[in-house]
């Protein structure tokens, strides 16, 4: 068995001295338990970023945006749970003019326990990367915060500009948009990107884009299959956290959605550094057999 191993160690570019440091390097950091936190600090981070981003963006472009857009926006984000998250948003819409300029401030400080979370379980998956203090952490959270909300922006702005093209063009746009594949790829690939970027600027030592690139492309692939898995498992009846929770079930399943995501995107940081230490570890020993 140690000699197959080894072949395949050989023939895939140093593939199981890969997975066997990254399963190594998770278990030593709890990934597990960090993406328990994760997923707490992720719920109780949600609704306080949903109200803030609202407010922001409704600011910008005043009356432009219904609170149908809005909701058919969030929705395709989150792949079950539609009614819990609609029942919200709609009393976060209606609620959203009384807030005020201090209000507002202890939202945001409050939707930034996520991203916090998020900043410093990536950066522990280099074991050379130098622990941040937390107003460092914080403010890294309020910069991916702040381009979270400007992409929402972009993209509430693009939707509004496909509402008032000619419709022959509006057509053509919305038939190629609205097929499920296009819905599918799109999203896998802003994934991609997003994941690739967070990997090489959150950790406090420096990463190369190709190494930041392999962990981003493994753990959206994984992402987009647990997804599609999770939610088939839920919509089969299969599964029985209603009989178990009652009404809690549905929030039950959307904190574990969470838990699962959050797991295989500390892993992709783990595997980011694991494939950076496997090729800094072979460019050693290639220079010491050339000398």
Avoid: C
Wanted: glycine share 8%.
């Amino acid at each position: 068995m140690k000699g197959f191993l080894t072949r395949i160690n050989q023939r895939g570019g140093g593939i199981v001295e890969i997975i066997q440091q990254t399963a190594r390097r998770t278990g030593e950091e709890r990934v597990t338990e960090a993406a328990a936190g994760m997923a707490y600090y992720g719920f109780f981070s949600f609704f306080p970023l949903l109200l803030v981003t609202i407010v922001v963006i409704g600011t910008v472009l005043e009356n432009t945006l219904s609170k149908e857009q809005i909701l058919e926006a969030l929705l395709q984000v989150f792949p079950f749970s539609h009614d819990l998250i609609a029942e919200n948003v709609s009393q976060v819409l209606d609620a959203r003019g009384s807030v005020g300029i201090i209000g507002l401030l202890g939202l945001a400080w409050a939707a930034l326990g996520g991203f916090t979370v998020l900043a410093r379980n990536v950066n522990r998956a280099w074991p050379n990367a130098k622990t941040r203090n937390i107003l460092k952490m914080r403010l890294m959270a309020l910069i991916m915060l702040t381009v979270l909300i400007g992409g929402l922006l972009v993209l509430f702005v693009f939707n509004t500009l496909m509402d008032i093209l000619p419709k022959p063009v509006n057509h053509i746009a919305e038939q190629a948009t609205s097929s499920q594949f296009f819905s599918e790829l799109s999203m896998v690939m802003l994934l991609f990107i997003t994941l690739m970027v967070l990997y090489w600027w959150l950790p406090s030592t420096r990463v190369l884009w190709q190494d930041a690139a392999w962990g981003a492309l493994a753990s959206s692939i994984s992402i987009s299959i647990v997804t599609r898995g999770f939610t088939w498992y839920l919509e089969s009846g299969l599964s029985t956290y209603n009989l178990i929770y009652g009404s809690l079930g549905t929030i039950v399943a959307l904190l574990f959605w969470i838990y699962l995501l959050s797991l295989l995107v500390f892993i992709g940081a783990h595997l980011s550094a694991s494939i950076a230490h496997y090729r800094k570890a072979k460019t050693v020993n290639d220079n010491e057999n050339a000398g």
